[in-house]
């Protein structure tokens, strides 16, 4: 069974860096053909693709997201990481973990593993 954990800090403050983790066990993140994507999901909004990291390693990121926006990952953890530099209160939002077959998708069902998401509020 492949889950998916995402953890951090569930409060922000403005222009901090955020950092989430996606620690995934029951699967390889270095499998073939899969992406690790990271999704968000602002109060009262759709979701909102923001990046993926593919089994290669290569990285892919919305062009809307703002610049300082980085995905990475540890490979002998088997996480990924997600960093976004000089937060605002706008990217406050439930953030979420996922795989697919390829990145960008936006809709949940184009994914086979979700993880719970985790609550993030970016204020002073």
């Known amino acids: 069974q492949v889950r998916l954990q995402e953890s951090g800090p569930g409060l922000v403050k403005p222009s901090q860096t955020l950092s989430l983790t996606c620690t995934v066990s029951?699967?390889?993140?270095?499998?073939?053909?899969?992406?690790w994507n990271w999704i968000r999901q602002p109060p009262g909004k759709g979701l909102e693709w923001m990046g993926a990291?593919?089994?290669?390693?290569?990285?892919y990121y919305s062009p809307s997201l703002k610049s300082g926006t980085s995905i990475s990952r540890d490979t002998s953890k088997n996480q990924i990481t997600l960093q976004l530099r000089a937060v605002t209160p706008e990217d406050t939002a439930v953030y979420y973990c996922?795989?697919?077959?390829?990145?960008?998708?936006?809709?949940?069902?184009?994914?086979?593993?979700w993880g719970q998401g985790t609550q993030v509020t970016v204020s002073s």
């Open positions: 029951g699967a390889s993140i270095t499998t073939n053909y899969y992406f």
């Open positions: 996922a795989r697919d077959q390829t990145a960008g998708n936006t809709a949940r069902y184009e994914y086979d593993y």
């Open positions: 990291i593919a089994y290669s390693g290569y990285t």
